[in-house]
């Protein structure tokens, strides 16, 4: 023990002033009586504050037993910042037994304050003590747990040691010591697979619970999550389970080996029911701890529409009510040529949002400004005051409100939607006129906007610094309003109306997250700091996912996957190079023909391919034809109304019906492949006479090019678009003809589950994992395999990673995806490994939703 004089030089010491003394600290006593050679912990801080906390979390999982003592803190009532060795020499002796003493420091010089306190120390006890360099917060739950498990202190002060492993883990950063430590496996005896049941997975709690007990059995004892391809770690270790992040629904192998082998494994599989059974959740809540937290019960979740989590108080604007002047044109010629500076206003003003916009999403603003130019829509008002003497202001209204009208009542979910589109570029012409039309979203705070929905023009008066995130009880996935705020990064949820209820005030905290959809009213302080963690843990990921994008996309067993970008505009293509794209998997075509009176003829698109060519080089690049049809409509082709587009003449139906369209679009693509990496791939084939009929016509343009001497590219792989099931059940048929396929999975997905990709009412019949759409997937890649065909997805599934891993199970060999999503997929595949994916995709198989695919793969 600490020789008398020693304590007395020390206590002195602590009495100076404090310029004289650089430390001051304190020791709290503990008058528990701890169970004998179990190691103590004490905790070094020179914040009394912070070792309380680190105290009350290390209690939080240890329970009374571990031996535990702080000292931390300066002056006479510890709030000073600083540490004194009598109060650490103090702790240890407090804590001491034969098994020894760890001591966890903050920082550097309450090592300083340690080594002296430890030299006053007798030899005896000064052996059994370890000061270790481990994070204090997590190194101190770390310890505890193994300690109370009755660890040995270097078994102690290892598990402090590597506590960081799973936040590096996460972070990308973990070290070969730590992650060997955890992958040290034993050839188990016995082993048994168990899935957790529990809303938090095997958090912080019920994981001490899983490592007290298995360290109570003379057994090596590990565990892998078969879900998530994690592990083994050992099971007495606290740091190392939390890295297999066992989550809801995961499966868990624990295998044990040694003398009650077998009894551990009964004893954890039983402890492991009772989590399930709810046990883990009522130890969770604590005493008296009712939590407020409302979480949307797995299913009931709101659409994902934008990722990200946003906390905040939800504010709906208040609406103002558009006051349009009643008075009678005095003069119609007047009115009207109101009407036309208002809309050249109004158009000058689209004009500029589309500035600020990515290219691909101006063009709903372009696509406002054609509206304003529509005959139907100025016509229309301008009769209205010629002939009803309406002043501009109520005769433009009156128009706006019959075209949207219009659109409300067509049979496609994604027309539908248009008319927000067109009462929006109503509203800037309103307002140009002096109206008062109320569409400025107003926010007090900083908080989360809620809308019924919400309009393109109203996004894009978004202030990001302002509104952290937008609910909309109505709107879905496709909506432009969607579509921007994903550009925009907004984090954004849609369809809440059941979740939300119809009085929610103003003012009420909420949470959502838009990569999940899943959305918590009032939640409590603790569910908001472990949604606040999961957001960092997103944007660390973000960020170690950008760092590598330009590296290849192999996964751990060395299987390389192609990661390529969709493409709508030509000027895209520097973006997705930037991004890491190796190729483009698809160029949307059909970008090129909308919003326009005439299609674009063959030197147009010619130069828009030739930009495409030369930003990729000799990387390949995937031309689609014309998917025209379905919900991408050009009126200038005079096509005759059909009441389910998406089922008429769509695409390559299209393309076949006009050659006058499809000829100069072959011949231009032709002649831009000059010198690239080109191939032609052909929309919603149904059949193969389509593909044969296609390619006749490839060829009868080759020829004709020939013979006009103009250079252009020969032979070129040609492929199709695979999105109708009955390309699935032929592809037998298919196999012959084409060089390769691309699966569209948006569109495969609504025709096997006929459910409209549009709309809102059917999220769960619109996700491509559904066992339906990856039987079809599995029957088109064993398939191109046995001739040795690559199989591509470009539908949105590919940028999706949890669908990523399963299509590469299912082995697809290339993903084609927006550009913005290429790190994250090429992290994604990264960090899985072939085998494993092959495995879930197997089980994935068998499953009868799309809901029970992503509860064992997420
Ligand atoms: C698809 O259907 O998956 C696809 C990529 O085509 P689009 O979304 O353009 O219809
Ligand atoms: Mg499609």
Known sequence: MLAKAAVLYLRAMSQLPRELCWVRSHSLDNTYSYPKNMVGLVLVSHSHALALAVQELVRAMTGPDLPLAIAAGAGDDHSDLGTNAVEIMEAVSAVMSDAGVLVLMDMGSALLSTDTALEFLDEQDRNRVRCCAAPFVEGAIAAGVVAVAGGEIDEVAREAKNSLYQKAQHLGEESESAASSSTAAAIADHSVRVIIREPHGLHARPAARFVRDAASHKADVTVRNLTRERGPASAKSITGLASLEILDGDEMEISATGPDAEKALGSLVALVESFNAGDASASEKGPGGAAELAAAAPGDRAIPVSPGIAIGR?????????????????????????????????????????AVVPAAEAEIFDAQKLVLEDPALTGTAENFIQLENLNAAAAFYRAVAAV?????????????????????????????????????????????????????????????????????????????????????????????????????????????????????????????????????????????????????????DGKTIAVLANLGDPAEAVHAVAQGAEGVGLFRTEFLFLNRQTPPQEEEQLAALQIVARTMGQRPVTIRTLDAGGDKELPYLGASREDNPFLGVRAIRLCLRRPEIFRPQLRAILRAGVGANFRIMFPMVAEPSELIVAQGELTR???????????????????????????????????????????????????????????????????????????????????AASKGKHVCVCGEAAGDPVAAKLLIGLGVNELSMTSPLIPTIKATIRGVSYLNCQTLAERSLDFGSAGEVRRAAN
């Open 404 to 556: 949207a009208d219009n659109y409300r009542h067509l049979a496609d979910e994604y027309q539908r939607q248009r008319a927000a589109d067109i009462e929006d570029a109503g509203l800037r012409v309103l307002q140009a006129l002096g109206v008062d039309a109320g569409s400025r979203v107003h926010i007090p705070d900083p908080g989360i906007l809620l809308v019924h929905d919400l309009k393109p023009g109203e996004v894009s008066q978004i202030d990001k610094n302002r509104i952290l995130g937008v609910i909309t009880r109505a709107g879905g996935r496709t909506s432009h309003a969607a579509i921007l705020l994903r550009a925009l990064g907004v984090p954004s949820i849609a369809g809440a109306d059941d979740l939300l209820g119809a009085n929610l005030p103003n003012g009420t905290a909420v949470a959502f997250d838009g990569e999940t959809g899943e959305l918590w009213i009032r939640p409590d302080a603790e569910m908001a700091e472990k949604l606040r963690d999961r957001l960092a843990q997103q944007r660390a990921r973000t960020v170690a996912a950008e760092a590598s994008r330009h590296a290849a996309a192999v996964t751990r």
């Open 701 to 783: 343009v080759h020829d004709e090019l020939t013979s006009q001497n103009i250079p252009h590219i020969w032979p070129i792989p040609t492929g199709i678009m695979i999105e109708v099931p009955s390309t699935v059940t032929l592809i037998d048929q298919f196999l012959p003809l084409a060089d390769f396929f691309s699966i569209g999975t948006n569109d495969l997905t609504q025709y096997v589950l006929a459910a409209d990709r549009g709309n809102p009412a059917l999220p769960q019949f619109q996700d491509a994992v559904h066992p339906a759409v990856l039987r079809m997937i599995d029957e088109i890649t064993v398939a």
């Open 314 to 354: 939800i504010f709906e604007p208040v609406h103002v009510e558009i006051r349009i002047p009643d008075s009678d044109a005095t003069n119609p010629f007047t009115e009207q040529s109101r009407l036309r500076a208002a809309i050249q206003t109004a158009q000058a003003a689209l004009t500029q949002d589309a």
